[in-house]
């Protein structure tokens, strides 16, 4: 998806109680993305800023259906350890736009057509005649 290999991301993550002793990680991810543009395939700058609260279970622990449905809530199940890398690029590819595109970008090949002839034109002058 990434129209250039170049600029940086940068991320910062800290872990900490929570006020029922649950184990949470804020992660923030910032930084600038060039992505393809799904109409004209150039570049599209997106900028990244992500700030995620994600509170850590046990592999396998019960979750109650309540605790599932909390759209306030995120769960991060961790077996052993932790592989951050791979949690900062979850993040990030979960935050991209499904399809990147420029605000005023139209087809390709759309500014070169000319001018757009209505398939129904002919229509219009059969209208009102008897048949």
Request: with cysteine; aromatic share 4%.
């Amino acid at each position: 998806m990434l129209a250039e290999v170049s600029g940086a991301v940068s991320w910062h993550l800290e872990g900490f109680k929570g006020a029922r002793g649950e184990l949470l990680l804020r992660l923030t991810v910032g930084g600038k993305l060039a992505l393809a543009c799904q109409r004209c395939l150039g570049a599209v700058l997106f900028d990244l800023d992500i700030d995620s609260l994600l509170e850590v279970v046990p592999v396998g622990a019960e979750l109650s259906q309540d605790e599932l449905e909390d759209d306030t809530r995120d769960f991060l199940p961790v077996e052993r350890e932790l592989d951050v890398a791979e949690l900062v690029e979850d993040e990030i590819l979960l935050a991209l736009p499904v399809a990147p595109r420029h605000e005023k970008c139209g087809l390709p090949g759309v500014a070169d057509a000319g001018e757009r002839v209505n398939p129904f034109a002919a229509l219009a002058g059969l209208k009102g005649k008897p048949n």
